[in-house]
């Protein structure tokens, strides 16, 4: 069936939003993508306001083919969205009521509580280095004292968490996080995780060696055909990678 | 008809934890609660780990006749499945598609954009107080860098779309954030916008004055019956408030 809905994807380089573009291949969707880039401050421009007041990215609008508009904003929500209202053939749906309250609880726990412990240090790690802060090392020594008093444990027990749930679900022979197919979890967890072993973000470089169920879950996450295709697609925007 | 299953609330003090409270006066669900008091740092004691490794809270508990057990964590999630499975009468359910849009919008909106940032200005409030920080003074000054920097700003601008929110909503004659009925959407919003007219958080005393709107959907907020229930069953626990 031809899609009937037009889909713009509202998108900002180096952002959460890349796993709404490997969701809608997941789906055979077809969309629109508009591009924002960071200023200089590694903030979102101005111009992302116009489109929500929040000024945040990704935002999904569909118009429908009786002209109605629906915007989508927080990204648990949007990939929920799209599966309940276009995974026709099932492809991402959970095969139990057991798991699919399993998805929804991740859908919310990426957003809630793990995603905000990478922004705090994101903060934090920025903070060291724009001004105007007093000096860079003694802002750089209470950064490092937050961190460790708060966000390095945080952290710490969530990626504990994240390896214990990988370990289990290696042992059953699936790859994923919830039952034995690619679902919504998968795709909301993706930015996190991968953040995780690509960026600073895991804190020191042992990361690897620390958590080595979670990091099998990574690469083989990062083979899925359909993230590859969205990585592709965003390359040409993210060729020079930001250093933070 | 009676409630066949058996639903046990661990709940932390002082925490986002007493808005499911609210929402089970609401369902007029029956519930066993389990009181989790804060340690001295203002953290979560160990024994909620034993409950859901990150140690969080809410955690809710659901036994079914056939004693199955349901575990819930991630107060957006708790919300919606509650509703979902226990307002048999329709009583938070909206009146049209759009506004179920937007309840499920919001129960992501405030875990995944709002509360991190007050979760991030308490973090580093909390940081000028401990030790191990170089001293206070210098702490102070960083993190009133950081605070101008990013949560500042941010929580102004979530505030400002909140106050708009609620202007809008008044002006149609509602007190409620979707529609003209209380939703899903009131109750997770309800913490986050509390603690803004309560503690510090809202960074500065003028916040009344500033956004008008959002105070008095916050003092109507405050007459919810249902709310004022949960509030009296937890004053027991929260007799002396936590000053920070």
């Known amino acids: 069936m031809p899609q009937e809905d037009r889909i713009t994807v509202h998108w900002l380089n180096f952002s959460r939003a890349q796993r709404i573009l490997w969701l809608l291949d997941e789906l055979n969707l077809s969309y629109d993508l508009k591009v924002y880039e960071r200023t200089k401050e590694y903030r979102a421009p101005k111009e992302l306001e116009q489109v929500h007041p929040l000024g945040k990215s990704p935002v999904v609008e569909i118009t429908k083919p009786d002209g109605e508009v629906i915007q989508l904003a927080e990204s648990g929500w949007i990939v929920q969205y799209l599966i309940d209202n276009y995974d026709t053939e099932g492809k991402l749906k959970p095969a139990t009521i057991q798991d699919s309250n399993k998805v929804n609880y991740f859908l919310h726990y990426s957003e809630g509580t793990f995603q905000p412990l990478l922004v705090g240090l994101l903060v934090n790690q920025m903070a060291t280095k724009v001004p105007p802060f007093p000096a860079n090392w003694i802002a750089g020594a209470v950064v490092k004292g937050i961190n ?28 994923y996080l919830v039952g034995n197919k690619l679902s919504g979890a998968d795709i909301i967890l993706s930015f996190p995780i991968v953040s995780i072993f690509t960026t600073g973000r895991g804190l020191r470089p042992s990361v690897v060696d620390e958590f080595p169920e979670l990091h099998k879950y990574y690469q083989n996450l990062s083979q899925e055909k359909s993230l590859k295709n969205a990585n592709e697609k965003i390359a040409q925007y993210e060729r020079n990678p930001l250093k933070l």
């Open 148 to 175: 460790a008093k708060y966000y390095g444990p945080e952290l710490e027990k969530n990626l504990k968490y994240l390896n214990g749930i990988a370990a289990a679900q290696h042992s059953n022979g699936s790859k």
